[in-house]
């Protein structure tokens, strides 16, 4: 399969919402900050995400108002420590992340 960047998508639109393997990128466009969280929150999954900003303040602000699981910041470092899970349909890895959560000892939240 050869890479593909898809323009003009709806944030309603099966490839938008639905989870693609494979070398694909879905533009998006939106009118305002809070248009792109409304759109990312209205995906049906919620496993990771990653938030890029002029600051890590600006970029932590937004990412507390998406629901996911872990989320990167500025393109921070994978922390193996943190708790993995989700949310929305997948809930069930969120329970197992909590057990986890319990026993982990990383207490920063940008990573």
């Not at 399969?1 to 944030?11: D, E, R, T, Y």
């Not at 490839?15 to 998006?28: H, R, T």
């Not at 049906?44 to 699981?69: F, M, P």
Request: glycine share 10%; hydrophobic share 40%; proline share 5%.
């Amino acid at each position: 399969m050869h890479p593909a960047v898809l323009g003009n998508i709806s944030p309603q639109s099966a490839i938008a919402q639905e989870e693609v393997f494979g070398p694909v990128l879905c533009v998006l466009s939106y009118d305002g900050l809070d248009e792109a969280i409304e759109i990312a929150n209205r995906s049906a999954y919620g496993l990771g995400g990653a938030v890029w900003a002029a600051t890590d303040q600006n970029a932590i602000g937004v990412a507390s108002r998406i629901r996911t699981g872990q989320i990167s910041i500025n393109n921070g470092s994978y922390n193996l420590l943190a708790p993995f899970g989700g949310f929305k349909q997948l809930v069930m890895h969120a329970k197992a992340a909590s057990t986890v959560s319990k026993n982990s000892s990383s207490t920063n939240p940008c990573n």
